[in-house]
């Protein structure tokens, strides 16, 4: 069953404005939406950090690693220059910070664990921890439509997650659908399939349905496709195209 919204700014502000930064989600809210999708890494000191790139040199300019930086170190780095010099000296933000702000605006997250290499299980449980942390209240409560989705490619890093904070819903992340992809769901008790919405089919939508899962999909940018995969049962999507496809889209 999907109880959260049904469409999603892609990291934040889509196409118009630099993706996971703060400027990306205030963006994002311009345009209505109050659900969104992003990224989230470890830096080298242990602390999350919302970014895509395990490394620097495309949104971020410099060399090296995320986890070669300290998070102080990597929040003082320019996020906005890349996109456009009105964005010049957006930061890295601490995910933290983005959650909180998040949580006091009433933007619900899905946030993608996106470790890099040798890093899934303490990125899966550093992450879960810290969003159990922050939605402690709405949790005691049984408001689940309120907390965060955590999603991931990585099988290792949900299994992290899972045992970190088993309370914090679960959603398996995959380009396509492989054979097992409900053994694998199972395994991580999770409550929903989110993958590339040019690979699905609408017989593998039909399956995840029947199954009892929710379906959703990124990152969806053609208002037809968007109808069509609706049609098909996907639950939820999310887009680069905040400007064609808004959060009432149907």
């Given at each position: 069953m999907w109880r959260y919204p049904r469409i999603l700014a892609h990291r934040g502000g889509g196409t118009l404005a630099p993706e996971n930064t703060m400027a990306g989600l205030r963006c994002g809210m311009a345009h209505g939406f109050r659900a969104v999708e992003f990224d989230v890494m470890l830096a080298r000191d242990g602390v999350p950090v919302v970014m895509h790139d395990p490394f620097l040199g495309r949104t971020v300019p410099g060399s090296g690693?995320?986890?070669?930086?300290?998070?102080?170190?990597?929040?003082?780095?320019?996020?906005?220059?890349?996109?456009?010099?009105?964005?010049?000296?957006?930061?890295?933000?601490?995910?933290?910070?983005?959650?909180?702000?998040c949580q006091a605006n009433g933007v619900w997250m899905n946030i993608e664990i996106k470790p890099a290499p040798g890093y899934d299980l303490q990125t899966g449980a550093t992450v879960a921890r810290m969003a159990a942390q922050l939605f402690a209240t709405e949790l005691a409560a049984g408001e689940l439509s309120r907390v965060p989705l955590l999603s991931s490619f990585s099988h290792a890093a949900l299994e992290a997650a899972r045992e970190a904070a088993p309370q914090l819903p679960r959603a398996c992340l995959m380009s396509d659908l492989p054979p097992d992809w409900q053994h694998r769901a199972e395994s991580l008790e999770a409550v929903a399939i989110h993958l590339r919405h040019r690979h699905l089919t609408s017989g593998q939508a039909r399956r995840v349905k029947e199954a009892g899962y929710g379906l959703f999909c990124y990152t969806v940018n053609d208002p037809q496709r968007a109808r069509e995969l609706l049609v098909w049962g996907v639950d939820a999507f999310c887009t680069d195209r905040i400007d064609l496809i808004g959060p009432s889209f149907a």
């Open positions: 690693n995320v986890f070669d930086y300290d998070a102080r170190e990597l929040a003082r780095m320019d996020a906005g220059s890349w996109f456009g010099t009105g964005h010049a000296g957006e930061p890295v933000p601490l995910f933290a910070d983005f959650a909180r702000f």
